[in-house]
């Protein structure tokens, strides 16, 4: 499109060609400049200011409370949130993106019907977290869930999917491994694509075949993918609430409530509104999503193989 | 690959952002302009220029919010020029009463609005609703048809503060079917914990292997029944006579009624008499009505659903008593109505109450009894036509009206008023939860809960003192 032409022809002309240019720059920059501004800075201001005060019962803060809900924080029950939230997160990133290299990779070697099988394996990541999470109260559902039936006539013993405090934990782990599994099926399938031919028949020509093709060459090739999914799947676990919201509200008795489920319980839950103790969680939150992206930045990106 | 992962590793710092927006937008300036809090009458909808809008905002979806809005639109055809309520659905009950508060923040609040039970004490507190018995007083409205526990809930200091509508209580409901087939009297369901334990040896079938094909009886965690079972055996919820008399400071869900209760439970898992649910009640109806447990507890609005579902005959009784003996009171659950003052002109507090008071007749509570199995709040409702052709249809329902007026009308049976009502419902869920999930006895878990909450109690009151 055309631009705004400089106001007047003067004659130090460079210097004014180049102020023009800067101001077409910010003029361009400012619609995302204010929308950066007003949807992240500003929130985030706030939030810090909020995480200062305690509230009135209709969430308003006010008075000031310091580092107050911080040093709250320092209390067993915080520390098993963060547990929580380091297992939950642990539980779904490493046996989803190696359940995903897993099924591409045996998919190669499925001559007919592979796109097919490929587009089966990505079809739950069409599925809303919702949606999927509803679909898994009924398999898990403790009277007559699908699964427990399932293992009924196997003659096997009932599992209390999500009533028993050591197990719930899991069970919203693999809803959530296979909400995530079509996803990196789809990112590690164009991956493995991407891989020129000539470099599997060079090593085919060497006499790798099977596990050591996909070892030595077909992984290494695909780490930019995998060091991506890795550090997006991180990134989701720590932001993750539907399934957990739907699956057990937290429970029982707090074993799945993850970092983002207690902000929501502070914040929304049980007519609290606790926007204070809310808000210096969701910081900590901020720190550890800071923390974790910077650590597999440092460590594992420097294993990456950019082709 | 089109995406670069640094891009996305800002994720986490628009995360954190996110949130501080989700937060700060529910965090706005103080709002709400100056109004008095008392009732107009209805000469201020005397020459109107244009009719008075009533926002409503409640929480029925699905059937329940189809029968609210058939009730809306009578009342609108029967008001046209004069006053026009639109129903506007908020979301479940803690959903809407968030929108609510951030209203009020805004000074944007709705001209009637729907609080479930446990945000009564907050409702008072936030001080900008006009107390419903300044209307009965101002039109020397009668309310001797009024269902008198909803009543009893709702009235605080010896004011009605809202107007009771879409109101139920729980009941025991068994599988009549299963009862027969063990040779039980339908009935005469189970009274007592005892008694159904005793039906529960019964009603239990395993298979040759010994595996539960079918329990006894199986239900969810849910801290409703705690409140019922303590209104039954007539113990406080609540310190400060259930904080009717005086601002609660504690509660009392360790006493050792609910102990008894707690460990019951436990005992009927452990010996493969009740199936264990969680705190999702959905599962709960599920195990009834798929006929996986024979008894099960839960609300009065459930009784359509569960006739509907289950391939056999559903038969209900009262909830049962921790101990034969107990007084046997009952606690009402649901909702109430709440018509906002502050910043609301006369025209619409009085135009609420007008829409208000359409709802309480006796012809409306017929059709919305009969549409959603919710009591009748005005008991002339049963009456009615609607009302008298489903109660010859599914004479279960009558149960529930039984249930209430067979209870006492005292501070027990009132159910407990405080500011922090949700926060401790859960708080006992989980008690009772940790009893039934690890080797804590019950007692030790019900008290550290109801410690637990001390907290939270302290700061409210604090706060609004």
């Known amino acids: 499109m055309t631009a705004p032409a400089p106001p007047s022809p003067a004659p130090p002309r460079a210097r004014s060609e180049r102020f023009g240019e800067t101001a077409l720059a910010w003029g361009f920059l400012a619609p995302s400049l204010a929308v950066f501004a007003l949807f992240l800075v500003y929130p985030l201001g706030r939030t810090v200011y909020l995480s200062l005060h305690g509230n009135d019962i209709i969430g308003r803060p006010d008075r000031f409370v310091g580092l107050g809900h911080f040093a709250e924080m320092a209390s067993p029950e915080f520390g098993q949130v963060l547990l929580t939230t380091l297992l939950f997160t642990a539980g779904t990133v490493v046996p989803g993106v190696a359940g995903a290299l897993a099924v591409v990779l045996l998919l190669e070697g499925v001559i007919r019907g592979q796109r097919l099988l490929r587009g089966a394996f990505a079809l739950p990541f069409a599925f809303s977290v919702a949606s999927a999470s509803v679909v898994f109260t009924v398999f898990y559902s403790p009277g007559n869930g699908v699964l427990n039936g399932i293992l009924y006539r196997l003659g096997l013993d009932q599992v209390p999917w999500l009533t028993s405090q050591e197990m719930a934990l899991w069970s919203v782990c693999i809803t959530t491994v296979w909400m995530n599994l079509g996803y990196g099926v789809l990112v590690l399938a164009a991956g493995i694509g991407s891989i020129p031919r000539e470099v599997n028949e060079a090593a085919r020509i060497d006499g790798a075949t099977g596990v050591r093709l996909a070892r030595h060459v077909t992984v290494p090739l695909l780490g930019p993918q995998l060091f991506f999914l890795v550090v997006i799947s991180t990134i989701n676990a720590l932001q993750s609430f539907g399934q957990i919201h739907i699956l057990t509200r937290g429970g029982p008795v707090g074993s799945t409530t993850t970092l983002v489920y207690s902000i929501f319980e502070d914040a929304f839950a049980y007519s609290t509104s606790d926007f204070g103790r809310a808000s210096a969680q969701a910081l900590v939150l901020l720190l550890v999503v800071l923390v974790c992206t910077a650590v597999q930045f440092g460590v594992i990106e420097r294993k990456v193989h950019y082709a | ?465």
């Open chain 2, 1 to 465: 690959m089109g995406l670069s992962p640094r891009r996305h590793a800002t994720g986490a710092a628009a995360l954190a952002a996110s949130l501080g927006l989700l937060l700060s937008g529910c965090s706005g300036e103080e709002g709400g302009s100056g109004g008095d809090l008392s009732a107009p009458g209805p000469e201020v909808l005397e020459n109107l220029d244009a009719p008075v809008e009533v926002e409503f905002w409640h929480s029925m979806d699905a059937t329940n919010g189809q029968v609210l809005d058939g009730l809306i639109e009578d009342f609108n055809a029967q008001n046209e020029g004069r006053i026009e309520v639109t129903g506007s659905f908020q979301g479940d009950y803690d959903t809407a009463l968030a929108n609510h508060r951030a209203a009020i923040q805004q000074g944007e609040t709705a001209e009637l609005v729907m609080v479930f039970d446990l945000g009564t004490q907050f409702m008072i507190d936030t001080g900008q609703t006009v107390p419903a018995q300044e209307f009965l007083d101002a039109d020397g409205y009668d309310t001797s048809s009024i269902e008198g526990a909803l009543l009893n809930y709702f009235t605080v200091d010896g004011q009605l503060r809202s107007f009771p509508f879409n109101n139920s209580t729980p009941l025991m409901y068994v599988n009549r079917d299963a009862f027969e087939e063990a040779g039980l009297d339908p009935d005469a369901p189970p009274a007592t914990l005892a008694e159904i334990r005793e039906a529960a040896e019964r009603l239990t079938v395993r298979d040759d292997d010994g595996n539960v094909v079918r329990y006894g009886f199986g239900a969810s965690v849910y801290g409703w029944f705690i409140e019922q079972f303590m209104a039954r055996a007539g113990v406080p919820y609540c310190d400060g006579a259930n904080g009717r008399s005086a601002r609660a400071t504690e509660v009392l869900f360790d006493d050792p009624k609910v102990v008894e209760t707690v460990e019951w439970w436990k005992d009927m898992i452990e010996d493969g008499l009740a199936v264990q649910i969680g705190r999702n009640t959905a599962d709960g109806q599920a195990a009834f009505t798929s006929g996986r447990a024979a008894m099960t507890l839960e609300s009065t609005g459930s009784l359509g659903g569960f006739i509907e579902q289950s391939d056999f005959e559903v038969g209900a009784g009262y909830f049962p008593l921790v101990e034969e003996g107990d007084p046997g009171g009952s606690i009402i659950g649901g909702a109430s109505l709440w018509i906002n003052g502050e910043g609301h002109t006369e025209q619409e507090v009085r135009a609420s109450w007008e829409f208000v008071q359409f709802l309480l007749t006796p012809e409306s509570q017929s059709v919305w009894h009969a549409g959603t199995g919710y009591l009748a709040v005005n008991t002339e409702g049963y009456e009615g036509e609607e009302a008298r052709a489903r109660a010859e249809e599914f004479p279960q329902f009558a149960v529930a009206a039984d249930q209430l007026a067979d209870s006492r009308i005292d501070e027990n049976t009132a159910g407990c008023m405080m500011g922090v009502m949700s926060e401790a419902r859960a708080a006992a869920e989980e008690g009772w939860e940790t009893a039934l999930t690890s080797d804590t006895p019950a007692a030790e878990a019900m008290s550290a809960a109801a410690d637990g909450l001390d907290t939270s109690i302290e700061e409210y009151n604090a706060s609004v003192e």
